[in-house]
């Protein structure tokens, strides 16, 4: 590997040598890489040129980002392999159950790199121009080697968004001269950074999920060629050397003892290379592989062995800073690092081609692991279950539906025990018995085992959770005999007196943002109806003609033009309104539903993230417009322009102030809502006239005597107090509107061991019970503190409410059975027309 260290500084500095016609990108930029970052339009010209130059480079454009940038990838191998990049492809499939046939050709190793997944970690996109073109160079004799036995897939950017603001970020504030001083301006990254997307969030969370753009025109280019190994570029501290596989423990026991010998193999290739350069670097610390929706883990549960590779730098380092040891951390160093590791991992997948091939076969025709070979998710809900079986087909799990209805007996997600059911016509039928049985077991089993509680993110995701679906996990197989699919809708009769929205899922309040931002008036019921015959919940919406005449002749075509005939909703058209159990359309328990004025406040102090869920929520999922407000005018705007005012978590000190506070509550006193998430409803407890409150230690919670402790025990003695990331069931009072829709509990996700007391004034809707933890890490000092604790509230104040909603109901964009809580939040809550508070 000297020689291609020498080539590396060669390729950053020389300005003469070029590979055949592909130029250098000194050559192609007028400057070396290490002088500059380059802007993402710029790297995709130099991937084109590479594309267009050299016979052994593919070039493909998968979609663009939210912004319009380009997604792209590169296919690089030998020319032999270049003439049959299909048929390798198809191959690969192929031996993975994944396509018919049997392969025709030798199969190379593929190997797929990553790179800049988080904007500010820019290093990445600059090291990937200096691999592509390595890579392509005809006199790099060791490269071309392992193109021979190696077909390598770059994704020189996969999140262009992020890496753009991050680099006209820098752009805007260095100066002639690169300033190494870490208190320098160009070391300090403005709100929000570049790290996220253009909806603030972290692509590196999201493979498993598929929320954003970027991801879900990703996945089916992946799984065109589901590559054998597979590796994300990241950074990390400035003072943090280098980091690469193998991963830290919990492992998720999906995890092949294959995947774990490879990981160490490409790891000590790694290791022999920074040691030759006296580079430090560290393994086996901090990135475990258990979480499902990281861009090592996601690979790694569909068959490739997924690594992260994290490089010291960061948005803090620029072109330059100085380390905390004296040194100082440069662009070119950190892009050498990550060059080094790319050709490495592929010089590691040539030397072990032949075994890599024959483990990734047998990762998908082994025998499913687990106790469970089936998963049965109940159908009664049509939006919910469209929705999940959309979230299946992303992932490329086999499911169906099942003609007969077989008495069966499996494990219940809702009480977690044993009972016998009967598996109905539009229930999604899973079987284990499939090519992708591992990732259908990492996202369906009810509770994955945790070996180590030390981990990076999240330990609870089971998939009828996240949706809040009635589900069975069954012992015995089960194989769906025909495609799923939503029961058919009938046609609508015209001349109808109002037409009835059943609300029992997220395509509902979907629906309803679109009749609201048509015109349509609409009232919803406070009680339960029975109307010609049909019985409705709390939350039915209902459009009458009389309410409508603005329409008029036209309002059957209008509803119908609105709704497309949608399977996952319940719209019933009826042709009296006359109620024959329950209250009238009249009555004050039928309230009239004004469509609200949303302002969400968002920028210098508020959590990036949950500012982009709540964005990414309106604009993206619900369909609603909303204002989005910046913290440092908040204290100036006019407040009754707006009918619902939501904080995303974050701090609040300086944004509101004793005077903005005060005037936020006399806009709530008159009528407004409040929302208030996470950590700013924490902000708003114990404050004068906000009913919350911190939950208060009982006496056999006091604290304990002093213990000695070893100081190596101390991370675990920390976890023992926490809550990282585990399912709870909430129970709710269906009766309010605050939990209309909801059939049952409701499984939350709580990332911390916050306790609230039950409010005194005000709704208690959703409360932790006693053992209501369901599935994931809870430290053994925070399970106690969480029995009957508050979790959504509404408190009446004035003629307006405030809603605490205490744990994230959108968390991630991907917990869908919590965007109806939050529809109901900003739809329904506070609407009647007679106040009863």
């Excluded at 939006?383 to 999940?388: E, M």
């Amino acid at each position: 590997m000297a020689s291609l260290r020498i080539f590396l500084v060669l390729l950053l500095a020389a300005p003469g040598m070029s590979a055949a016609q592909v130029l250098t990108p000194r050559e192609f930029f007028g400057y070396a890489l290490g002088d500059a970052f380059t802007p993402h339009h710029r790297v995709v010209d130099y991937f084109e040129h590479v594309a267009a130059n050299s016979p052994q480079v593919s070039l493909t454009r998968y979609g663009t980002t939210y912004e319009g940038r380009t997604l792209l990838y590169a296919v690089i191998s030998s020319q032999q392999n270049a003439a049959k990049l299909d048929t390798i492809r198809l191959g690969n499939l192929q031996r993975a159950g994944l396509a018919g046939g049997e392969p025709t050709e030798a199969a190379p190793a593929i190997v797929w790199l990553s790179y800049n997944v988080h904007g500010n970690e820019s290093v990445s996109t600059e090291a990937a121009m200096a691999t592509v073109h390595a890579l392509t160079d005809p006199g790099n004799a060791k490269a071309q080697a392992w193109l021979r036995d190696v077909v390598v897939i770059i994704d020189p950017c996969v999140n262009p968004d992020g890496r753009d603001r991050y680099v006209s970020f820098f752009q805007r504030t260095r100066g002639r001269f690169p300033n190494y001083l870490p208190e320098a301006r160009e070391h300090s990254e403005p709100w929000p950074g570049g790290r996220t997307n253009h909806y603030y969030f972290d692509l590196n969370r999201d493979w498993a999920w598929g929320t954003q753009t970027e991801t879900r025109q990703r996945l089916p280019e992946y799984q065109k060629w589901m590559p054998h190994i597979h590796v994300d570029f990241h950074e990390q501290g400035v003072n943090e050397p280098y980091y690469f596989a193998p991963a830290a423990e919990p492992y998720h026991r999906a995890v092949t003892p294959w995947q774990r010998e490879l990981q160490e193999l490409i790891g000590r290739n790694h290791a022999a290379r920074f040691d030759e350069r006296g580079w430090l670097y560290f393994t086996r610390q901090v990135f475990d592989l258990f979480y499902p929706g990281y861009g090592d883990t996601w690979p790694t549960f569909n068959g490739a062995v997924g690594m992260t590779y994290e490089q010291g730098g960061s948005g803090r380092a620029g072109l330059g800073i100085i380390t905390a040891e004296g040194d100082t951390l440069t662009l070119r160093d950190r892009i050498e690092h990550h060059y080094i590791t790319s050709l490495s991992t592929i010089e590691a997948a040539a030397l072990h081609q032949e075994r890599i091939v024959e483990e990734f076969a047998a990762f998908f025709g082994g025998v499913p692991a687990g106790p469970y070979a089936t998963y049965v998710i109940r159908g009664q809900s049509p939006g919910r279950t469209a929705a999940l079986a959309r979230h299946l087909s992303m992932q490329g799990i086999e499911h169906g539906q099942v003609h007969d209805q077989p008495q069966v007996e499996g494990y219940s997600y809702a009480t977690g025990e044993t009972v016998r059911f009967t598996i109905n016509t539009h229930d999604i039928v899973i079987s284990t018995q499939q090519p992708r049985h591992v990732l259908a077991r990492v996202l369906l089993e009810p509770s994955a085992v945790l070996d180590d509680s030390l981990s990076y993110d999240i330990t609870a995701w089971s998939l009828p959770y996240v949706y809040n679906a009635e589900a069975y996990a069954l012992a015995e197989e089960v194989q769906p005999d025909q495609a799923w699919s939503l029961p058919v809708v009938p046609d609508t009769p015209e001349n109808a007196a109002a037409y009835l929205l059943d609300w029992c899922t997220f395509a509902d309040a979907q629906l309803l943002a679109k009749l609201l931002q048509r015109g349509f008036n609409v009232r919803f019921t406070e009680a339960p109806i029975r109307v010609s015959n049909y019985s409705f919940s709390r939350g039915t919406m209902i459009i009458t003609r009389g309410s409508n005449k603005h329409f008029g002749a036209a309002f059957d075509q209008e509803i119908k033009d609105t709704w497309q005939a949608d399977p996952q909703n319940k719209l019933i058209p009826v042709h009296s309104t006359y109620v024959t159990q329950g209250v009238d359309f009249g009555s004050s328990d039928v309230p009239f539903l004004k469509a609200p004025g949303v302002a969400i406040v968002g920028g210098e102090g508020s959590s990036v993230y949950g500012l982009g869920e709540l964005w990414h929520f309106f604009d993206q999922q619900l369909g609603y417009p909303a204002t989005l407000v910046d913290t440092g005018d908040f204290g100036r705007i006019h407040l009754y322009d707006f009918d619902v005012i939501i904080l995303p978590s974050g701090s609040y000190g300086r944004i509101l102030s004793s005077t903005v506070l005060d005037r936020l509550k006399q806009w709530v006193e008159d009528g407004g809502r409040l929302i208030a998430l996470e950590a700013a409803a924490r902000f708003l407890a114990g404050k004068d006239g906000f009913s919350l409150k911190a939950k208060e230690k009982s006496d056999d919670e006091e604290e304990e005597e002093p213990e000695r402790r070893l100081y190596a025990d101390r991370g675990r003695d920390e976890v023992s107090g926490r809550v990282t990331g585990a399912v709870f069931r909430v129970d709710l009072d269906v009766t309010h509107p605050l939990a209309f829709g909801y059939g049952g509990p409701y499984y939350t996700l709580k990332r911390s061991n916050d306790a609230y007391e039950l409010l005194k004034e005000g709704w208690n809707v959703g409360v932790l019970e006693e053992d209501a933890h369901v599935s994931g890490f809870v430290g053994a000092k925070a399970r106690q503190p969480m029995e009957n604790t508050l979790v959504f509230g509404v408190q009446p104040m004035g003629q307006g409410e405030v809603v605490y909603l205490l744990d994230n109901p959108l968390f991630r964009g991907f917990w869908y059975g919590g965007r109806m809580l939050m529809s109901n939040a900003v739809f329904l809550v506070g609407q009647r027309s007679l106040s009863v508070y």
